[in-house]
């Protein structure tokens, strides 16, 4: 236990992957600095996984499907309970470990790890749900019904940004149905998947349910998303990338949901409670330093309370503190890598030239980026359509409530959006109305919870992940009929 953590890290020995209950190191000794954001400097270094690699993972995972899936479903929760478990005492290296790879901030990183063990103990009370129906028939003597079975291997691939949660949400309800898995985690946060390995190494988990191969897009992902015997990609990431796994998922008829990026808008109408609304969008956009999926990226105001609401909100963004993450008093840490700041600066002063005024920040000091809000946007800039995945967001004007709607579904993205507003009426017209896949009246963009249905629509991303609607995306639907006694064929 503990093989992953910060100090043995710190000797910056070659971390190893796990295939097949094995830690091993890659087969072409290829290895890869783990970098922290908030020194730039690595703290770890990680093994690359060959293409052998993972197709040993594959194989493995194969290998492995049937004795799993036949695993009484009381050993399969005491596993998931146990791997819980086993998260909650070691909770304060798992948060530090989070922190040090990611630059989380002290707000973020133990409600990733709470995240994780609530994930775990939702999908252990999954194992035995899900089930099949019976129909009546059309047939004299037939019995009719449907089984729910697993798919057989299936594989993820993980983002960064909160990379021990959204890897163990996937792992998690995959293992609950009765599937094996390998994972791809982000290479900007590969401990965090390994460390979910150890995690059920040490819960007594079988060997080849679980495999972990850190690695490169090009040599992982590739494989991962072409091979037959994943029956499954479950991607979370950029919309950009997950355009292309689905179109190389078509091509090969490979089953895929995808989480991708978000545009949110959080609306707030003229009767809203200012203060209250001020909070909400603070913390829907500066979060985790904006670097998350369903961030208020696009305040939409109602004219009567726009100025108001301008002022008061970059009032706010000033007392926000930016800096080292580690300080409780943070809330806005570096972000993932200096590149991230560089491209938020282009996006930036590109729609300043097209007319976008910034009221404060809009700088950064190495990987850390200001608080800041854009005022004077309109639909066709850059800041208004794109990710900008940083404590960046922009407030418009809307002269009415249909204008705020138009506003809010005017863009490709679909994934969280929020209203505040004490008019019930509109807000339910909202969440009628809204695209997105989710909607939140009365609260920030932001909010997610390991039972419920979470994902996107339009270039969010399509397919839900959470509960049982995980297990429906993880599992096939199996029609089985009886014939009772004999059916009179035609001829
Ligand atoms: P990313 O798309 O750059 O990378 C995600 C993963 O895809 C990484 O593991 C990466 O190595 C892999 N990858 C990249 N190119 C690939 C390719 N060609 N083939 C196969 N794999 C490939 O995303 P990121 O920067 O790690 O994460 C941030 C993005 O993720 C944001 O857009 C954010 O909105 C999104 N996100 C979405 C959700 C959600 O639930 N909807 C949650 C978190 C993050």
Same mark, same amino acid.
């Given at each position: ?23 091993? +190191?890659? #087969?072409?000794? /290829?290895?890869?600095?783990?970098? %922290?954001?908030?020194?730039?400097? @690595?703290?770890?270094?990680? *093994? ?101 079975? +697993?798919? #057989?291997?299936? /594989?993820?691939?993980?983002?960064? %940004?909160?990379?021990?949660?959204? @890897?163990?949400?996937?792992? *998690? ?106 909070? /909400? ?211």
């Amino acid at each position: 236990m503990n093989r992953i953590d910060t100090h043995l890290a710190a000797s910056l020995a070659v971390q190893p992957m796990f295939i097949d209950g094995q830690w091993r +190191p890659g #087969g072409d000794a /290829a290895a890869a600095d783990d970098i %922290n954001p908030a020194t730039g400097q @690595a703290f770890a270094r990680i *093994a690359q996984a060959s293409a052998q690699d993972v197709e040993d993972a594959l194989a493995s995972a194969h290998r492995a499907r049937v004795a799993w899936a036949a695993m009484p479903a009381p050993e399969r929760e005491a596993l998931l309970l146990g791997a819980a478990e086993i998260i909650a005492q070691q909770a304060d290296a798992i948060r530090d470990l989070i922190i040090e790879e990611t630059g989380s901030v002290m707000l973020k990183a133990p409600w990733e790890v709470g995240y994780a063990i609530e994930c775990l103990r939702v999908a252990a009370g999954c194992v035995r749900r899900p089930h099949g129906d019976t129909f009546p028939t059309s047939q004299p003597g037939q019995l009719s019904m449907t089984l729910r079975q +697993p798919l #057989g291997v299936v /594989a993820g691939i993980a983002p960064f %940004n909160s990379p021990f949660l959204l @890897a163990m949400k996937k792992v *998690a309800f995959a293992l609950a149905a009765g599937n094996t898995f390998v994972l791809k985690p982000s290479e900007l946060a590969p401990l965090s998947g390994l460390k979910i390995a150890e995690v059920f190494e040490a819960a007594g988990l079988p060997p080849g349910v679980l495999n972990v191969v850190p690695g490169s897009a090009e040599i992982v992902g590739q494989k991962l998303v072409s091979d037959p015997r994943v029956r499954l990609l479950t991607f979370t990431g950029s919309s950009r990338v997950g355009r292309l796994l689905a179109a190389e998922a078509g091509r090969h008829m490979k089953r895929v949901t995808l989480e991708m990026g978000g545009k949110s808008p959080l609306v707030v109408l003229r009767d809203a409670d200012l203060d209250y609304a001020v909070d /909400a969008a603070a913390f829907g956009i500066f979060y985790h330093q904006g670097q998350v999926c369903m961030a208020s990226s696009r305040l939409i105001v109602e004219a009567p309370l726009y100025d108001a609401f301008c002022e008061k909100f970059v009032r706010k963004a000033h007392g926000i503190k930016v800096g080292d993450p580690r300080d409780p008093a943070t809330i806005v840490g570096p972000l993932i890598r200096p590149s991230q700041c560089d491209f938020i600066a282009r996006q930036l002063a590109e729609s300043v030239a097209q007319g976008a005024r910034i009221l404060c920040g809009g700088t950064h000091d190495g990987p850390y980026f200001q608080p800041t809000v854009v005022a004077d946007v309109t639909p066709d800039m850059p800041i208004y359509q794109e990710e900008s995945f940083g404590p960046v967001t922009s407030i418009l004007r809307a002269e009415d409530y249909e204008e705020a709607l138009a506003l809010a579904n005017n863009t490709s993205a679909g994934l969280s959006s929020a209203i505040v507003t004490n008019d019930m009426q509109k807000a339910m017209d909202f969440a009628l109305r809204a695209e997105s896949g989710m909607v939140h009246i009365n609260d920030a963009t932001i909010s997610d919870e390991p039972h419920i249905a979470f994902g996107g629509v339009k270039e969010s991303g399509f397919g839900r992940e959470g509960g049982m609607a995980s297990i429906e995306e993880m599992t096939e639907v199996k029609w089985v009929t009886i014939q009772m006694g004999k059916r009179a064929f035609p001829f």
